[in-house]
């Protein structure tokens, strides 16, 4: 299995990046695919979820509004697209998938990880 971010950079407060996670060596489908990023010197924290079809999401109330995430089964690609970005919201990106219909929000929870994508906010 292997995950692949891409899509991190920096940007200006306020601005906007869109994250691709491309799958491979899974049934995609099958997977609920989740976004988790972690600062230096934080624990890695829970960004959003989003279901094997992509019908149900689930967002970390400090993303709620600024986040949207989406996926698209014909390409086993999973997207985050932030807008509005803050200096906070810097950190090392990484996607993962966990087979099967639940949400979870622990990084336990998840089977396969990415390399992570850095997204860097001036201020």
């Known amino acids: 299995v292997q995950l692949v971010e891409s899509g991190g950079g920096l940007v200006q407060a306020g601005g906007s990046l869109r994250l691709s996670c491309a799958a491979s060596?899974?049934?995609?489908?099958?997977?609920?695919m989740g976004w988790f990023r972690q600062a230096p010197g934080k624990e890695r924290e829970f960004v959003v979820g989003?279901?094997?079809?992509?019908?149900?999401?689930s967002y970390a109330d400090s993303v709620k509004g600024r986040f949207t995430v989406s996926r698209d089964n014909n390409k086993n690609t999973v997207y985050l697209q932030m807008n509005s970005l803050k200096p906070e919201d810097a950190a090392v990106y990484y996607c993962?998938?966990?087979?099967?219909?639940?949400?979870?929000?622990?990084?336990?929870?998840?089977?396969?990880w990415g390399q992570g994508t850095q997204v860097t906010v001036s201020s």
């Open positions: 989003i279901n094997y079809g992509g019908a149900k999401t």
């Open positions: 993962a998938a966990r087979p099967g219909l639940s949400f979870a929000t622990m990084a336990e929870a998840y089977d396969y």
């Open positions: 060596g899974l049934t995609f489908s099958r997977h609920t």
